[in-house]
């Protein structure tokens, strides 16, 4: 598992107001429309990740962050031609600050906290176990890809190069990972059929109380929004 169990306040944070954090910062990489606001947004993304000490995890991550930064300025400058290079790259970030700030989330969760959150917010139980569940395949997908990108570079084969050569290196690295989780999650349906998952009688092990600490914590954010909507409104951002 990528969490890792320790004495931290952001750790102790209500589930449901980690969460809400989460959506708020997704539809905050909505917002830039600017090189530079996606810059200062990756940028900003990196350094809470740095503080919160889940850099680590970030790191693991690199192969993926590179390899969606990269397919999106290809994809996108194929679509809209090379004048649209600026443009390209800031859609690349925001979608990297998106998969940073879901690899925090995840680090400072647990994943029967998660499940207590969407349950929470009315989402029925088998979506709420599947998104939940899928935090494990998390730390799983980040090893087997650095697995199967040493075992190629191993074999001499080379991932450097520009953006178009690395794209079209990249491509042969995805079927095996691809194939191995369609492989864990059929394993992982049988098991969990063969432990009575269909049944419906089920009790909540997990409870967790809102403090003053966690309203105060949302009512900030819910004001920093605010003002990143007026910025982009103003087209600021």
């Known amino acids: 598992m990528i969490f890792e169990e320790r004495e931290a306040f952001e750790v102790k944070i209500d589930p449901r107001g980690k969460l809400l954090f989460l959506i708020l910062f997704f539809l905050i990489c909505l917002f830039p429309s600017k090189l530079y606001s996606s810059v200062a947004l990756f940028s900003l993304s990196l350094l809470i990740s740095f503080l919160l000490k889940v850099i680590k995890n970030v790191l693991k991550a690199k192969f993926v962050l590179s390899t969606v930064f990269i397919f999106t300025v290809v994809l996108w400058l194929i679509s809209n031609g090379f ?34 959150a ?4 009315f989402i029925p139980f088998k979506p709420s176990f599947a998104i939940s569940l899928s935090m494990r395949f998390v730390p799983i997908i980040l090893n087997l890809i650095e697995t199967v990108v040493q075992a190629q570079r191993g074999r001499g084969y080379e991932l450097s190069g520009n953006p178009f050569k690395r794209a079209k290196r990249i491509i042969p690295l995805i079927g095996p990972v691809l194939l191995y989780v369609l492989r864990w ?48 409104i103003k087209d600021i951002i």
Not at 100 to 110: A, L, W
Not at 217 to 232: E, N, T, Y
């Open 83 to 116: 004048g649209y290079m600026e443009r390209a790259i800031s859609i690349a970030l925001k979608l990297d600050s998106m998969i940073v700030g879901g690899i925090i989330f995840i680090s400072i969760t647990r994943q029967e906290e998660l499940f207590f």
């Open 118 to 121: 969407l349950r929470k917010f």
């Open 185 to 232: 999650t059929d394993k992982l349906s049988i098991a969990l059929e063969a432990r009575g998952f269909s049944s419906e009688n089920r009790i909540d092990y997990y409870e967790w109380k809102m403090s003053l600490k966690d309203y105060f914590l949302l009512f900030i954010s819910l004001l920093l929004f605010a003002f990143l909507v007026f910025l982009r």
